[in-house]
């Protein structure tokens, strides 16, 4: 991804998800203004590492540190800084992750609403063409569109509520404790990176899609491909921002037993 084909307002939607994803660490600082310091430090450091990484890694160009660049990617930052110095870690975090869950939840909850569409669609598809000799491409094509929306959307929700797929031999017997130890280390060693790496493909990928306002192969398909390929950083900052209240639980799970 090369920094000057994004916006500067998606740098800055960068820049407030990089200090989200940070912001559960900050509850295990002592004081207003530690909390604001640990949180600067760690977002310097983590920042640095992660320009190395992509320097030497394959296929992943680092972004050019211009002067805009680093205006708008540190705002947030800064302002996010400026919140921990007035409430602190814990006070924050408090504020912070249930405005997080109940976003992540009602779009979970949107995708109840968009299995029923599908349904509905499906089976008129079903009918148009059985009964009356009518196969709409566009109709089928909507099956597809929705399906996709109802997974992307629901990725975050799933996380939140634990109906994801997980290996849990040895984490459904272990203590608070060591679930928010697993918890908090699952976030910051596999999700956030994950995330992180997949928005940074998939943002130049979806603005390629914008640019030429990419529609259906069939003439009478849905001219919409760009939008639903816009559900894919959405469903990675859905994932994440789930990752981070579940990864603020565990900080706060972790303080209280300390």
């Not at 009356?132 to 491409?137: D, S």
């Not at 956030?192 to 943002?203: G, K, N, Q, R």
């Amino acid at each position: 991804m090369q920094g000057a084909t994004i916006s500067p307002v998606l740098w800055s939607a960068l820049g407030l998800l990089y200090a989200l994803a940070l912001l559960p660490v900050t509850a295990f600082a002592r004081g207003r203004a530690m909390s604001a310091l640990v949180f600067l430090v760690l977002a310097a450091g983590v920042f640095v590492a992660a320009i190395l990484f992509a320097h030497f890694a394959v296929d992943i160009d680092p972004p050019k540190l211009s002067t805009e660049f680093i205006i708008v990617f540190a705002a947030p930052i800064a302002a996010l800084a400026a919140a921990l110095a007035v409430w602190g870690g814990e006070g924050l975090l408090a504020k912070a992750a249930p405005l997080i869950e109940r976003l992540v939840r009602g779009l979970g909850r949107v995708s109840i609403v968009l299995v029923l569409a599908m349904a509905a669609i499906q089976f008129s598809a079903v009918i148009l063409r059985y009964v009356f000799g009518v196969n709409l491409i566009a109709v089928q094509e909507s099956v597809t569109y929705l399906h996709g929306a109802v997974f992307l959307l629901a990725g975050g929700y799933a996380l939140l509520t634990d109906d994801h797929v997980r290996v849990d031999i040895f984490y459904r017997d272990a203590g608070p404790r060591k679930k928010a130890v697993v918890d908090l280390a699952g976030f910051y060693l596999l999700l956030a990176p994950f995330c992180f790496v997949a928005l940074w493909a998939a943002v130049p990928y979806v603005a390629n899609s914008w640019a030429v306002r990419e529609g259906s192969v069939e003439q009478s398909g849905i001219k919409g491909v760009y939008l639903l390929k816009t559900l894919i950083p959405i469903y990675l900052t859905l994932l994440l921002l789930a990752g981070a209240a579940l990864a603020a639980r565990a900080a706060a799970i972790l303080r209280k037993s300390g």
